[in-house]
């Protein structure tokens, strides 16, 4: 049984940061994409990051651009979200997901499993 578990959310001030990890477990994505989706509340669910399966590509939405890093530990079987200078848009819950793909990792209907998600809340 395939499961993604994040951890590394929580409350943080304004301008501070947060890593985020996902560990995967019941098979391996080593040659899978992964990526991080947010749900604010009231909001639809978002594309935040992605990152292929080597590590040597990564996207981002506009919105965290500079701000947030995608990578990846293959040997882990773990991906990771560094989100620094935060701000209180940044709220959301924040999902992991892993794809049977590499195409069009930026679309969430081309992720196959998801975690169950951890709270980010920014206070400013």
């Known amino acids: 049984q395939v499961q993604l578990v994040e951890s590394g959310g929580g409350l943080v001030q304004a301008g501070g940061s947060l890593r985020l990890s996902c560990a995967a477990s019941g098979r391996t994505f080593s040659r899978n994409a992964m990526g991080w989706f947010r749900r604010a509340p009231g909001k639809e669910r978002e594309f935040v990051s992605a990152i292929n399966w080597s590590g040597d590509s990564t996207y981002y939405v506009e919105s965290v651009k500079g701000r947030f890093t995608i990578s990846r530990d293959n040997a882990k079987n773990t991906v990771y979200l560094q989100m620094n200078s935060l701000k209180p848009e940044d709220t959301a819950v924040y999902y992991c997901?892993?794809?049977?793909?590499?195409?069009?990792?930026?679309?969430?209907?081309?992720?196959?499993?998801w975690g169950q998600g951890t709270q980010v809340t920014v206070s400013s």
């Open positions: 997901a892993a794809s049977l793909s590499n195409l069009y990792i930026t679309q969430a209907t081309r992720y196959n499993y």
